[in-house]
């Protein structure tokens, strides 16, 4: 299973973006949950956001009420709005899925999307 993002770029401080994640064509999710993490230069990977296949969703303390992430469980593509952009939200930003339990442990990951949140 391949995983294709889209979106992300750039965007002043307090503007908005929007990233989506969809499964390679002919392909079926076998995880419950897909996410977004991003990786800052020079920190650590880090989680953002997550929605199950029920529709249960976590995020990251440090985006909470700004981000929204969504699912569209029969096509198996997720997105996430980005709003009131924040200059420390600029990272790498990586789709992924796999099982979620008491945690979430990511298993297939697709590549980086910069975003770029400025002044």
């Known amino acids: 299973v391949q995983l294709q993002a889209f979106g992300g770029g750039s965007a002043q401080i307090g503007g908005s973006l929007r990233l989506s994640c969809s499964v390679s064509?002919?392909?079926?999710?076998?995880?419950?949950?897909m996410g977004w993490y991003r990786q800052a230069p020079g920190k650590q990977r880090e989680l953002v956001a997550i929605i199950s296949r029920g529709g249960n969703t976590d995020y990251a303390d440090s985006v909470k009420g700004r981000f929204t992430i969504s699912r569209d469980g029969v096509k198996d593509t997720i997105s996430l709005q980005m709003n009131t952009l924040k200059v420390e939200d600029t990272a790498v930003y990586y789709c992924?899925?796999?099982?979620?339990?008491?945690?979430?442990?990511?298993?297939?990951w697709g590549q980086g999307t910069q975003v770029t949140v400025s002044s």
């Open positions: 064509r002919d392909r079926r999710l076998t995880y419950n949950t």
């Open positions: 992924n899925a796999g099982p979620w339990t008491t945690s979430y442990y990511p298993q297939v």
